[in-house]
């Protein structure tokens, strides 16, 4: 099972941008999905995430700016990010909660994208 995170790029303070991440790779049913980022020099920290009914939650500094959602049948998460600011920039990671079935026997796994990097110029 591995994670694709796709969507960063150079944005200008006061700019959008969507992330997406996929998951592909064998039997699997995903549970929670969750965006994480780590800015440079920092800890990778709690962005937000959203369970399989949808329900979401936030780190308190991205209430208001981002929105997690979910498409089930892509397996996809998208996380969409408003009035982005310089201390936004970082590398973003997808970290997806996976059922995985392993020959006889379902397993749960943390999963975990490479980063797609967004950086907001001043």
């Known amino acids: 099972v591995q994670l694709q995170a796709s969507g960063g790029g150079l944005v200008q303070t006061g700019g959008s941008l969507k992330l997406s991440c996929a998951v592909s790779?064998?039997?699997?049913?995903?549970?929670?999905m969750n965006w994480y980022r780590q800015a440079p020099g920092k800890q990778r920290e709690f962005v937000a995430n959203i369970r399989p009914d949808g329900g979401s939650n936030y780190a308190d500094s991205m209430k208001g700016r981002f929105s997690i959602s979910r498409d089930g049948a892509k397996n996809t998460v998208y996380l969409q990010m408003f009035n982005l600011q310089p201390e936004d920039t970082a590398v973003f990671y997808c970290h997806f909660n996976v059922r995985v079935f392993h020959g006889s026997s379902w397993r749960i796994e943390d999963v975990w994208g490479k980063g797609t990097l967004v950086t907001v110029s001043s």
């Open positions: 790779g064998g039997l699997f049913r995903v549970n929670d």
